[in-house]
């Protein structure tokens, strides 16, 4: 604050009240001088210079009664530095009547200088060339993020992101905007949404993917969705025949509860894998998954120099892969890989949507199509480097269990050398088993948005766990719905308030069905 009062006495001690107004007739100065006029308006003595000088002559005598102090001065050994700068004070008159009118120079400033000045200000300004987020709620200021920019600028050591609230909190919304709709627009992104809630019976991203150009991969048992061939080599995205065995390994691991497939398994499984290929091009045919099964617990002639028991005990490990396979040809989930893959998947888009909203959390179904998107996602980054990846999978809880789980720790290992974002959001973090993989996601996530919380455990989670000052606990637990706190790296959290567009907000509204009732 300047104080008007100092500054007058300064000022007038020196003599300068009757210096005359440079620059334009009639108004005041502007400068670097030594002179900083207040700027408080509606003080008598700050308006206009010819009058201002007089007042303040009088203002300052009346109270000082001191006229001779200022005729100690010896006015002309006084040497003033030159005017400086443009004149950016307003007219005398305007500045009377409430304009505004500061008198000094502006300077250029840094915004982390400027930070200082703004005490409201708890954190270091966000990343310039990040994605748009929101809005500081105590400073107003923009808040802009990207996992992928702030990684390059060592602002944080991993790419990967968490979001967690309670339900209806905005997770979905920032998700769809910040991780979807505002990057995917810029050069080189790319995004895979593992779509897992029900909207009107598809998935909540269905919409969001359609407006922008593709359709997502529907994935309904008994038919009628889309199909992906397993021995496509369109989903290995040209990761050869060693990535389409590691993900005919993954999908029968699934079926097999998630456990590993022993030694023995996997060889009958290569072996049957290899005459398929073998067979299906000798026909001039697309190999499909019936074919494989086809090729599975029989005598393959690799087994000839075998011992009668070896070549049994392959023969009964390939049956077992077999009856992993049919089940996942037979009703229990027949429509999502028997046959040639659909022709609407187009794994090339910036946009691929798995939609698996309509499959049940009970069984492999989904950790099958997990597994599916993995192996065609890692053949993709490998194949293409020149792209940033996010891979989001909405309620990751459910998603990081069994093999699902590893696969997506495996991503989460590989994310910085394959330019990938693994990005997952959750409700409760106090319901995380320990010994999930969904733990380390949390830890290893460098990037978290953290929306309302209503239980004490959670909130105690979400402190201790990211280290948040201890005024974050009340305020996690009053949040708003669309505000959050943001915490980067090891900077202090900000409370954002996440700002939508009218189109995101009308395609990331998820109240309707509450909202809209029985019609
Ligand atoms: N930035 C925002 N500003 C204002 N309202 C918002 C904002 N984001 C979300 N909302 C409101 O909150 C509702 C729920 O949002 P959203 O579906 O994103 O929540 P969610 O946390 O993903 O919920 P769930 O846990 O059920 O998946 C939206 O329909 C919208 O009305
Ligand atoms: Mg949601």
């Not at 005398?92 to 930070?115: F, L, M, S």
């Not at 002639?301 to 009856?323: I, K, P, Y």
């Not at 460098?446 to 105690?460: S, V």
């Not at 637990?477 to 567009?501: D, P, T, W």
């Given at each position: 604050m300047i104080d008007v009062q100092q500054h007058d006495s300064q000022s007038t001690a020196l003599g300068l009240q009757d210096r005359p107004a440079p620059g334009v007739a009639g108004e005041p100065a502007a400068g670097n001088g030594p002179l900083v006029p207040p700027l408080v308006t509606g003080a008598e003595d700050t308006v206009d210079q010819a009058q201002g000088a007089h007042h303040r002559r009088r203002w300052f005598s009346g109270r000082s009664g001191s006229e001779d102090t200022i005729?100690?001065?010896?006015?002309?050994?006084?040497?003033?530095?030159?005017?400086?700068?443009?004149?950016?004070?307003?007219?005398?008159?305007?500045?009377?009547?409430?304009?505004?009118?500061?008198?000094?120079?502006?300077?250029?400033?840094?915004?982390?200088?400027?930070?200082?000045?703004?005490?409201?200000?708890?954190?270091?300004?966000?990343?310039d060339e990040g994605v748009v987020v929101g809005r500081d709620r105590l400073s107003?200021?923009?808040?802009?993020?990207?996992?992928?920019?702030?990684?390059?600028?060592?602002?944080?050591?991993?790419?990967?992101?968490?979001?967690?609230?309670?339900?209806?909190?905005?997770?979905?919304?920032?998700?769809?905007?910040?991780?979807?709709?505002?990057?995917?627009?810029?050069?080189?992104?790319?995004?895979?949404?593992?779509?897992?809630?029900?909207?009107?019976?598809?998935?909540?991203?269905?919409?969001?993917?359609?407006?922008?150009?593709?359709?997502?991969?529907?994935?309904?048992?008994?038919?009628?969705?889309?199909?992906?061939?397993?021995?496509?080599?369109?989903?290995?995205a040209g990761d050869g025949i060693a990535g389409q065995y590691r993900l005919l390994l993954a999908v029968?691991?699934?079926?097999?509860d998630g456990r590993l497939l022993d030694k023995w398994e996997r060889h009958a499984l290569r072996v049957a894998h290899k005459a398929t290929l073998a067979a299906t091009e000798a026909d001039?045919?697309?190999?499909?998954?019936?074919?494989?099964?086809?090729?599975?617990?029989?005598?393959?002639?690799?087994?000839?120099?075998?011992?009668?028991?070896?070549?049994?005990?392959?023969?009964?490990?390939?049956?077992?892969?077999?009856?992993?396979?049919?089940?996942?040809?037979?009703?229990?989930?027949?429509?999502?890989?028997?046959?040639?893959?659909?022709?609407?998947?187009?794994l090339a888009?910036?946009?691929?949507?798995?939609?698996?909203?309509?499959?049940?959390?009970?069984?492999?179904?989904?950790?099958?199509?997990?597994?599916?998107?993995?192996?065609?996602l890692l053949g993709t980054l490998r194949n293409q480097r020149n792209y940033q990846t996010n891979f989001i999978a909405e309620e990751g809880w459910s998603l990081s269990q069994g093999g699902t789980g590893r696969l997506m720790r495996s991503n989460s290992k590989l994310a910085r050398g394959l330019g990938l974002s693994n990005i997952a959001s959750f409700h409760h973090p106090a319901d995380i088993p320990r010994d999930s993989p969904a733990v380390a996601m949390l830890k290893e996530a460098q990037t978290i948005h953290l929306y309302r919380q209503d239980r004490a455990e959670d909130i105690d989670m979400c402190m201790t766990s990211f280290g948040l000052e201890a005024?974050?606990?009340?305020?996690?637990?009053?949040?708003?719905?669309?505000?959050?706190?943001?915490?980067?790296?090891?900077?202090?959290?900000?409370?954002?308030?996440?700002?939508r567009s009218d189109f995101e907000a009308r395609i990331t509204n998820t109240d309707e069905a509450m909202i809209a009732g029985p019609r």
């Amino acid at each position: 604050m300047i104080d008007v009062q100092q500054h007058d006495s300064q000022s007038t001690a020196l003599g300068l009240q009757d210096r005359p107004a440079p620059g334009v007739a009639g108004e005041p100065a502007a400068g670097n001088g030594p002179l900083v006029p207040p700027l408080v308006t509606g003080a008598e003595d700050t308006v206009d210079q010819a009058q201002g000088a007089h007042h303040r002559r009088r203002w300052f005598s009346g109270r000082s009664g001191s006229e001779d102090t200022i005729q100690d001065v010896d006015h002309d050994t006084m040497t003033l530095p030159a005017q400086q700068g443009p004149i950016v004070r307003a007219k005398a008159g305007k500045a009377h009547r409430g304009w505004y009118a500061p008198a000094a120079t502006p300077a250029p400033t840094t915004t982390r200088q400027a930070e200082i000045l703004n005490t409201a200000l708890i954190a270091a300004p966000t990343d310039d060339e990040g994605v748009v987020v929101g809005r500081d709620r105590l400073s107003n200021a923009p808040v802009a993020h990207d996992p992928f920019t702030a990684y390059e600028k060592k602002t944080i050591t991993s790419p990967n992101v968490v979001v967690l609230g309670v339900v209806g909190a905005g997770k979905s919304s920032l998700l769809k905007t910040v991780y979807v709709l505002r990057p995917i627009i810029l050069r080189g992104r790319r995004v895979v949404i593992i779509d897992k809630k029900d909207r009107a019976g598809e998935g909540e991203n269905a919409e969001l993917t359609r407006e922008l150009g593709t359709e997502p991969f529907r994935m309904v048992l008994g038919g009628g969705g889309t199909v992906l061939n397993l021995l496509d080599p369109a989903i290995l995205a040209g990761d050869g025949i060693a990535g389409q065995y590691r993900l005919l390994l993954a999908v029968a691991e699934e079926a097999n509860d998630g456990r590993l497939l022993d030694k023995w398994e996997r060889h009958a499984l290569r072996v049957a894998h290899k005459a398929t290929l073998a067979a299906t091009e000798a026909d001039g045919v697309d190999p499909l998954l019936e074919h494989l099964v086809f090729h599975l617990g029989t005598h393959h002639a690799d087994f000839q120099d075998f011992s009668a028991a070896a070549q049994e005990r392959l023969h009964q490990a390939g049956l077992g892969v077999r009856f992993l396979f049919e089940a996942s040809l037979s009703d229990e989930l027949a429509g999502l890989f028997d046959g040639p893959t659909s022709k609407h998947v187009q794994l090339a888009s910036r946009l691929t949507t798995f939609d698996v909203s309509q499959l049940p959390e009970a069984g492999p179904a989904v950790s099958m199509v997990m597994a599916v998107a993995n192996v065609w996602l890692l053949g993709t980054l490998r194949n293409q480097r020149n792209y940033q990846t996010n891979f989001i999978a909405e309620e990751g809880w459910s998603l990081s269990q069994g093999g699902t789980g590893r696969l997506m720790r495996s991503n989460s290992k590989l994310a910085r050398g394959l330019g990938l974002s693994n990005i997952a959001s959750f409700h409760h973090p106090a319901d995380i088993p320990r010994d999930s993989p969904a733990v380390a996601m949390l830890k290893e996530a460098q990037t978290i948005h953290l929306y309302r919380q209503d239980r004490a455990e959670d909130i105690d989670m979400c402190m201790t766990s990211f280290g948040l000052e201890a005024g974050s606990r009340e305020v996690l637990a009053n949040l708003e719905n669309g505000h959050h706190l943001m915490k980067i790296g090891n900077r202090r959290e900000i409370h954002v308030e996440h700002v939508r567009s009218d189109f995101e907000a009308r395609i990331t509204n998820t109240d309707e069905a509450m909202i809209a009732g029985p019609r």
